[in-house]
């Protein structure tokens, strides 16, 4: 019995724990409950409780216990009245001791009323969902209800299951546009759609660059579109919950053509995150697929997400992968890429490669001539697309609410007394800020900036003067 409830937990976890973006906080309830010191104290106990016997690394689980559990007793919390305002003030902290993206806790106003989890009541259901030695029940411990599951299925249809473009460039060239890995046999049926587009193409490239994470289940299935009809173990994971190390492997039976010799090249980025960065670093690993663009944002760990009341959900880091050829993961230190560039012209850096190395293959003279004719073209775009600003600090200061500020050799964008992010160049004065917004920067007829443009991926967007600098 053991064996089969470990393997019902651990298929949970895959199948819903590897993305590294918290959901956006939704709005206080004005029926939301404040959150007294009870409360408060409540929370502390089994955020602390679920670090501690939850998180992969045990020794860091007890530390970051430790350490939540301070802040919690020396009133770092008491001025979050508010379940939101909580939720952000954890999960900055969380971050910032445990250097790790997986981290964070969420509020939902749908379930602002849900009692608080207790560390009884945890066990309780540990005890009820398998013995203790299999490891608690992770996520999903309070059924979502039908309405939450009928939306998320019908924003992920009319994200075409985040497909974003499939079309063919230059020399027959596949170029697959990936926002994220989505679960589910309807998200299957339209990688199987994208796959028969590229199917034809002489090469392909896959562009991860806006790809925050997803499900492994479609990891595993588009992985397997680039090998060979033989069972390959693409990866192993770990997990403390369970204590147990299972493998992923390729599916035996896809719709479609395979494509296990054809050049494929993965763009990718710090936009990439999590499921994403397994995908390519699974493909990488075995030498099929070049990855272009810059490191990847190193959120290797598997999270599960437990609800934990006052519709607050904390999501805590239970398992790591690790890859049978090179016997590591990317934490913290991102997929590297094979051929570092910026992003903005890794698009072209890969569309170059691909068509050099069919010159290399191909024997018709005249299409080799007109491949090169495109590789000439190409490169010469390459010394104005996408270059990164000659300098970074140019853009630094305060435009009204917001903050540009230079960290570790990169822009770093906060909302004043808010949260804030790395953002990583597209073009000169033109950045993206993860897969939430691009931001543009204005010069004036001297070349100084003057304003912000900030175009929001779901809301409307801001245009916001700079302050002028202090001497």
Not at 325 to 352: C, F, M, N, Y
Request: aromatic content about 8%.
């Amino acid at each position: 019995m053991k064996r089969l409830i470990s393997a019902w937990l651990i298929a949970l976890l895959l199948s819903i724990t590897l993305s590294a973006q918290p959901a956006g906080q939704t709005t206080q309830s004005a029926a939301e409950p404040s959150l007294d010191a009870k409360a408060r104290q409540q929370l502390s106990e089994i955020i602390a409780y679920l670090l501690e016997t939850m998180y992969v690394l045990p020794d860091a689980g007890n530390q970051l216990a430790a350490q939540m559990r301070a802040k919690f007793a020396g009133g770092t919390y008491d001025a979050a009245t508010s379940a939101a305002e909580l939720a952000s003030a954890i999960t900055r902290d969380l971050r910032e001791l445990g250097k790790d993206g997986h981290l964070y806790v969420r509020y939902s106003a749908e379930s602002a009323n849900s009692p608080v989890l207790t560390v009884t009541e945890w066990e309780r259901r540990q005890q009820q969902h398998g013995t203790p030695t299999q490891g608690p029940r992770p996520a999903g411990n309070e059924p979502r209800s039908s309405e939450a599951e009928t939306r998320e299925a019908e924003a992920l249809r009319r994200d075409n299951y985040h497909f974003r473009d499939i079309k063919r460039l230059e020399g027959n060239v596949g170029y697959l546009d990936l926002g994220g890995f989505a679960p589910g046999s309807a998200a299957r049926d339209a990688a199987a759609a994208a796959m028969a587009q590229l199917a034809d193409a002489d090469a392909v490239i896959i562009d991860l660059r806006r790809c925050p994470g997803g499900s492994a289940e479609m990891v595993n299935f588009l992985a397997s579109y680039f090998f060979g009809p033989e069972s390959r173990v693409l990866m192993t994971r770990y997990f403390r919950p369970t204590n147990e190390t299972v493998q992923s492997t390729t599916v035996a039976d896809i719709p479609g053509k395979r494509m296990p010799d054809k050049d494929l090249y993965i763009l990718a980025g710090m936009g990439s995150a999590s499921a994403c960065e397994s995908f390519a670093y699974t493909l990488q690993q075995y030498a099929r697929a070049k990855i272009i663009g810059e490191r990847t944002a190193g959120a290797g760990y598997n999270n599960a997400l437990i609800p934990i009341g006052f519709g607050l959900t904390l999501s805590v880091s239970v398992g790591r992968p690790i890859h049978p050829r090179s016997g590591k993961g990317w934490q913290g230190v991102g997929v590297q890429p094979d051929i570092a560039v910026p992003p903005g012209s890794a698009l072209e850096t890969a569309h170059v490669e691909a068509l050099k190395n069919l010159i290399a293959k191909i024997t018709d003279e005249s299409r080799k001539l007109d491949l090169t004719r495109s590789v000439q073209s190409l490169e010469g775009k390459l010394g104005t697309v996408g270059a990164p600003p000659v300098n970074l600090q140019d853009y630094v200061g305060r435009y009204g609410n917001k903050q540009i500020s230079f960290k570790d050799g990169a822009l770093y964008y906060e909302r004043i007394g808010g949260r804030g992010a790395a953002m990583r160049a597209l073009s000169k004065d033109k950045f993206a800020l993860n897969t939430d917004a691009e931001i543009s920067f204005v010069r004036d007829a001297k070349g100084n900036v003057t304003e912000m443009l900030i175009e929001w991926k779901d809301r409307p967007q801001e245009r916001l003067s700079r302050e002028p600098q202090k001497n």
